[in-house]
């Protein structure tokens, strides 16, 4: 079942360069999903606007650097692979939990997926630096 929740789009909590920064300076901090916790928002909720993208989680706004692809031609494992790499979370203060052992006979299943995510956000963030320099942020969204 869905939930609609009204939003206003004129009341975004800053800018995509912002958040680019953000997760820049996240990406070397250690991941809590890493660590063997979980955030119940990653596994349990899914941020989709009116043109069908999917985002990273409701707590970030549906900025560029956030989105994750459109959602109808993404899986749950692809989703959730997105998401779990993605350097916005590492930098989250929102409460994490152990992880359940449903939640890691997942992340399990789909370590193939984490890994190809990880490699592509490393080797697009090192293009972007050769081309353009070390704060330029990393190529979030699609």
């Known amino acids: 079942m869905l939930e609609v929740i009204p939003g206003d ?5 800053g800018d995509d360069a912002t958040f680019r920064r953000y997760c820049e300076e996240n990406a070397l901090l250690p991941s809590p999903e890493e660590q063997g916790k979980s955030c119940n ?3 349990s909720q899914m941020t989709i606007d009116c043109e069908g993208d999917a985002y990273i989680c409701c707590v970030a706004p549906t900025l560029p650097s956030m989105r994750l692809g459109k959602f109808l031609e993404l899986s749950a494992d692809e989703i959730l692979a997105k998401r779990f790499v993605h350097p916005f979370c590492r930098g989250c203060k929102y409460p994490r939990h152990d992880r359940t052992a449903e939640e890691a006979a997942w992340l399990s299943c789909i370590e193939p997926l984490i890994e190809k995510e990880r490699a592509d956000l490393e080797h697009h963030a090192l293009d972007h630096h050769k081309v353009q320099g070390p704060a330029t942020g990393l190529p979030l969204g699609i």
Not at 9 to 13: H, L, M, Q
């Open 9 to 13: 789009e004129t009341k975004k909590s």
């Open 41 to 43: 928002l990653m596994f």
